[in-house]
Nanobody, 117 residues
Framework: QVQLVESGGGLVQPGGSLRLSCAAS????????MGWYRQAPGKQRELVAT???????HYADSVKGRFTISRDNGKNTVYLQMNSLKPDDTAVYYC???????????WGQGTQVTVSS
């Protein structure tokens, strides 16, 4: 089992910044990927960004150039730096972890990000 604990959500004005963190604990695989998905009201959950243990990253087109994903493998923690936030970024952001070998994945509880003036 893997447990994911998110932090860092909140209310921010358009153009502002937030940093999300997600700490993983439990049976952490040597090869894994972590990342963030988001779900806005009335919409499907969508990928935001992912990062592998080796540092390979992938971003949704909608956040490229504004969001940066990073990780600290020693702390089993992934971060999402979100800059130039827009109202369309408003959503519940979910942390995601996948064992790269077994393909078993886990989800965090979610943290609300609201971008509004």
């Amino acid at each position: 089992q893997v447990q994911l604990v998110e932090s860092g959500g909140g209310l921010v004005q358009p153009g502002g910044s937030l940093r999300l963190s997600c700490a993983a604990s439990g049976s952490i695989a040597g090869l894994n990927a972590m990342g963030w998905y988001r779900q806005a009201p009335g919409k499907q959950r969508e990928l935001v960004a992912t990062i592998t243990t080796r540092g390979g990253t992938h971003y949704a087109d909608s956040v490229k150039g504004r969001f940066t994903i990073s990780r600290d493998n020693g702390k089993n923690t992934v971060y999402l730096q979100m800059n130039s936030l827009k109202p369309d970024d408003t959503a519940v952001y979910y942390c995601w972890y996948i064992n790269s070998i077994t393909r078993r994945d886990y989800w965090g509880q979610g943290t609300q990000v609201t971008v509004s003036s």
